[in-house]
């Protein structure tokens, strides 16, 4: 029984705003700090989850500092979402070489997981991560320290995410075999746009809500104000006129090009929120009905992120690339329950 008493605890490497952490905390676990090397996250981080903020940057960071934070007979989690940016679909397009030094990230966690020898390991990430050599070296290295790993690519909409997200989710353990959670709903139960933003009050591109200063959205160019007007639900470029048309789609080379400039639909999930949600020209992030982008509280519930959750007073780049950046917490959630369930079964 004193095993099963002991306190989990946890710490979320590249934490940013916090929104695994934020996850953790609602499925019941404790989370007593935040690391990353985005001093800008700290005021997020701190305000929302009642831990500490670290501003370190991993590739230098002495993990022993956290052994200090750590209590002496916890059961220690390490958990973490490496910057995704090298591992993305766009970059492998124009980078195979992994010379990108965050590519290396993952190798600096594998250092942490050494010193901290925690009993649990969790990280997220881009599915294209699992391509590379970095990441089977660091399942390698997990399974010589001793850990029992297992991982998969989900789908986010099967785990209550309502974004078209694949995402890669590793669970690790030196208390006994884990697995990855098992999914919470299906094609008919997704969670839809029109679920989270549809009773938001009506924005006009440029404007920002009087009750709500997150509910802001970007002015859009002329030309793009005439795009969106003939742009259908659903719909791409090629409902528009071809005066419209960017030069790019006016080649062969362009015609399979239809990821950006759409409008979501209320009865499908959004598209993956990025740190360019709030750009039309970016993504299929035109509103449904609105002729604007999504405004920044729109990505941030579409995220999964409480309507309460406080991003702090920065200009609105920043704060779409803090939302966009983040790790939705309702994975958090779901890989949190999942760690209590492992660690109830084998603590």
């Not at 190798?107 to 925690?118: C, L, M, Q, S, T």
């Not at 015609?255 to 990025?274: A, F, L, N």
């Amino acid at each position: 029984m004193a095993k099963q008493s002991r306190k989990i605890e946890v710490i979320d490497l590249f934490s940013g705003v916090g929104g695994l952490t934020y996850g953790l905390r609602k499925s019941g676990l404790s989370v007593l700090a935040g690391v990353d090397n985005d001093q800008s996250c700290a005021y997020a981080y701190e305000k929302n989850n009642k831990a500490k903020f670290i501003p370190a940057d991993i590739s230098e960071f002495d993990f022993k500092e956290l052994n200090k934070i750590y209590s002496k007979d916890s059961v220690k989690v390490l958990v973490g979402c490496a910057p995704c940016q090298p591992f993305s679909s766009h970059a492998f397009k124009l980078r195979k070489d992994e010379s990108d030094a965050r590519w290396n990230l993952l190798d600096h966690f594998i250092r942490g997981i050494k010193v901290v020898k925690p009993d649990i390991v969790s990280m997220e990430n881009v599915r294209g991560v699992t391509k590379t050599d970095v990441f089977k070296n660091f399942v390698s290295e997990l399974e010589e320290l001793g850990y029992q790993v297992d991982w998969k690519v989900v789908y986010a909409p099967n785990y209550g995410v309502p974004q078209n997200r694949s995402r890669l989710i590793l669970l690790a353990s030196r208390l006994g075999e884990i697995s990855i959670p098992e999914e919470t709903h299906t094609k008919d139960t997704y969670v839809t746009v029109g679920d989270i933003i549809r009773e938001l009050p009506k924005l006009e591109a440029g404007e920002i809500s009087k009750q709500d200063q997150l509910h802001q959205s970007k002015k859009l160019e002329p030309i793009n104000e005439r795009r969106i007007l003939q742009s259908k639900p659903g719909g791409t470029w090629r409902d528009w006129d071809k005066s419209l048309l960017p030069n790019c789609y006016k080649k062969d080379s362009g015609q399979t090009y239809t990821s950006v400039y759409g409008r979501m639909r209320w009865e499908d999930v959004s598209p993956t929120i990025t740190t360019q949600f709030t750009s039309y020209g970016s993504g299929r992030f035109g509103h449904p009905e609105q002729n604007r982008a999504l405004s920044i509280r729109e990505g941030a519930l579409l995220q999964t992120f409480p309507i309460d959750y406080d991003f702090g007073d920065f200009p609105a780049a920043k704060l779409s690339r803090h939302i966009g950046n983040a790790v939705p917490p309702q994975l958090g959630v779901v890989i949190g329950k999942q760690i209590q369930k492992h660690i109830k079964a084998h603590g």
